[in-house]
């Protein structure tokens, strides 16, 4: 069972960026289907982005296209989200998760503990 631990979040402010990593306890962490999601206060979990096994595929939600990219360093067993241009509504706990079914709909079997990231106007 992959471990994933999370690191990189922070204060920052609005326009600012981040770059969160998630680091995975195991060597095949090439064959999981990666993604990150986020929980704003008093809000449920929402997606944010994901990438398969490869990094070949990769799709992100409408409220972060064009801001945000996920990426994967198989290598290093790292899932990486590079935040640009953040703003305050960007505030929440994000979290990577992990699954060994392929590309597609379906539910994370594998979560991380979480960081917080706070956006200030």
């Known amino acids: 069972q992959v471990q994933l631990v999370e690191s990189g979040g922070g204060l920052v402010q609005a326009g600012g960026s981040l770059r969160l990593s998630c680091a995975a306890s195991?060597?095949?962490?090439?064959?999981?289907?990666m993604g990150w999601f986020r929980q704003a206060p008093g809000k449920g979990r929402e997606f944010v982005a994901a990438?398969?096994?490869?990094?070949?595929?990769?799709s992100h939600a409408d409220s972060v296209k064009g801001r945000f990219t996920i990426s994967r360093d198989n290598a290093k067993n790292t899932l990486y989200l590079q935040m640009n241009s953040l703003k305050p509504e960007d505030t929440a706990v994000y979290y990577c998760?992990?699954?060994?079914?392929?590309w597609g709909p379906g539910a994370y079997d594998y979560w991380g503990q979480g960081t917080q990231v706070t956006v200030s106007s």
């Open positions: 195991e060597g095949t962490f090439s064959t999981y289907t």
């Open positions: 998760a992990g699954r060994l079914k392929d």
């Open positions: 990438i398969s096994r490869s990094g070949s595929l990769r």
